[in-house]
């Protein structure tokens, strides 16, 4: 079955540690996304990828990066210039985001990262 | 710039009754809407979007969400609640007109329902 997997679920970083989050699609999608949930506010879009080779910050981009040289994978670094990443990481991807069928977003089931 | 709103972070229904939950959006041209579902330590799961046509939109597990240009609304309704009901619910648009190629979601809004 297609779908997005995220790994690890479970994921623990020491201070001053990077850590790498994995995102992996095989719908054939052609954009991917980063959020961020913590409690009460919602999803907050950290990086957002429409090709392969190209990405854009999104509103919290400050402490991650990411990279895409394959269309199928979507990896997210959380450095240690990010002072507070303990949330829940999510991935999600989409078809053409310029389409005007408006697809809407398949989204993997998440990694929970916690600062020890 | 697309934006929207819920209202309620929380929503307490029993079960048997009917359920709303409520979201209001801004965008400068027209918009797609979308409901999702998020259950515990899970990703975001579709339940329903409009993108045209009908007002009254019909999705998974018998939701249903209304259209209301006017009130720029798009509330999540369902006749009769069920216990497995309870979850995490998130309105998103995209703003048809503007160029936008991103679903902006709301903060959420916790369902639960009692039995």
């Known amino acids: 079955d297609g779908g997005i997997t995220q790994s690890p679920k479970y994921l623990f970083r020491k201070e001053g540690q990077n850590v790498t989050l994995s995102c992996e699609q095989n719908?054939?999608?052609?954009?991917m996304y980063w959020y961020r949930q913590d409690p009460g506010q919602g999803l907050r879009l950290i990086y957002y990828?429409?090709?392969?080779?190209?990405?854009q910050k999104g509103d919290i981009a400050e402490g991650y990066s990411v990279s895409r040289e394959k269309k199928e994978s979507f990896p997210l670094t959380v450095t240690s210039a990010q002072k507070n990443p303990t949330a829940f990481y999510l991935c999600?991807?989409?078809?053409?985001?310029?389409?005007?069928?408006?697809?809407?977003?398949?989204f993997g089931s998440g990694t929970r990262l916690t600062v020890v | 710039a697309q934006s929207v709103a819920q209202p309620e972070d929380q929503v307490n229904v029993a079960e048997g009754n009917p359920l709303t939950v409520k979201c209001t959006y801004s965008?400068?041209?027209?918009?797609?809407l979308f409901w999702y579902v998020q259950y515990p330590n899970r990703g975001l799961q579709f339940l329903l979007k409009?993108?045209?046509?009908?007002?009254l939109v019909k999705g998974s597990y018998g939701f249903e969400a209304e259209f209301n240009k006017s009130q720029t609304s798009f509330h999540l309704k369902k006749p009769s609640a069920l216990v497995s009901d309870s979850a995490l619910y998130f309105c998103?648009?995209?703003?048809?007109?503007?160029?936008?190629?991103?679903?902006?979601f709301g903060k959420g809004t916790k369902l639960s329902v009692i039995p």
């Open positions: 965008v400068s041209g027209n918009p797609y």
């Open positions: 999600a991807s989409t078809r053409d985001p310029t389409s005007s069928k408006t697809y809407g977003y398949t």
């Open positions: 719908l054939n999608h052609d954009a």
């Open positions: 990828s429409q090709i392969v080779n190209d990405f």
């Open positions: 998103a648009v995209r703003d048809r007109g503007a160029g936008s190629y991103q679903l902006t």
């Open positions: 409009y993108i045209t046509g009908d007002n």
